[in-house]
């Protein structure tokens, strides 16, 4: 079932700027994964945040994880135009065993302006 | 790294046929798959997690018996959409866990088109 709800469901920004992704989730969690898609086309994973992590960092960006709340950030900084495409973020659940796949959020649809 | 190959990535079949779709894990073995569906604009639903050597586990509201998924060896699990219809034209995306400390790996999808 969905659990992961995304705002803003689209974002358009210049090129240059900075872009936030909102993520929020239901239930405990083991880790939180964001991953981009491009039109049509299949997932690319980005990063994965442990549920005891707070922020972590690879390249251009930038994950938080903010378990009381049941929410993380994702920041793409200096944005380029090959950034856009769609950003999902997926929970694997606590307590699944490792083998019950990943929830998906609605995405954000993520279009940087050359 | 671990690449998880899917075929084919497009199909386009008249109404009443099957469509099988293969997902295989390239460079690990994948005890457990998942199948996904993804409608335009929409995000992923799990369809179904495919367990090797014994039954699928489908997610509520997904048709055991349209949906048929095989995963016969470590490397290869298959969905074959059966008797299909217009309104099973979507996006099917399979992925493999390598363990339980590395993130999952996704297929590139497959888009049928239902005519």
């Known amino acids: 079932s969905q659990q992961g709800e995304e705002d803003p469901q689209a974002l358009s920004i210049q090129e240059g700027e900075n872009a936030t992704m909102n993520c929020s989730y239901k239930t405990s969690i083991n880790n939180l994964q964001w991953y981009r898609q491009n039109s049509g086309r299949g997932l690319v994973h980005l990063i994965l945040?442990?549920?005891?992590?707070r922020e972590k960092h690879s390249g251009r960006l930038r994950v938080t994880l903010d378990t009381s709340k049941k929410s993380s950030s994702l920041l793409i900084t200096a944005s380029r135009a090959a950034d856009t495409a769609s950003y999902f973020c997926a929970t694997d659940e606590r307590g699944g065993g490792g083998a019950d796949g990943l929830t998906f959020g609605k995405g954000t649809h993520l279009i940087i302006q050359p | 790294g671990a690449v998880v190959s899917q075929h084919p990535s497009r199909v386009i079949c008249k109404s009443g046929t099957s469509v099988k779709i293969e997902c295989r894990s390239l460079d690990f073995q994948a005890t457990t798959m998942f199948w996904y569906r993804q409608f335009p604009k929409q995000s992923l639903m799990l369809m179904a997690t495919s367990n090797e050597g014994s039954k699928a586990t489908y997610e509520q509201g997904v048709e055991k018996d349209k949906f048929l998924i095989n995963h016969a060896s470590l490397t290869l699990s298959t969905l074959t959409v059966t008797s299909a219809h217009p309104e099973d034209s979507s996006f099917y995306i399979c992925s493999a866990k390598r363990s339980a400390t590395i993130g999952y790996t996704f297929g590139s999808g497959t888009r049928l088109t239902v005519v």
């Open positions: 945040i442990r549920s005891n992590e």
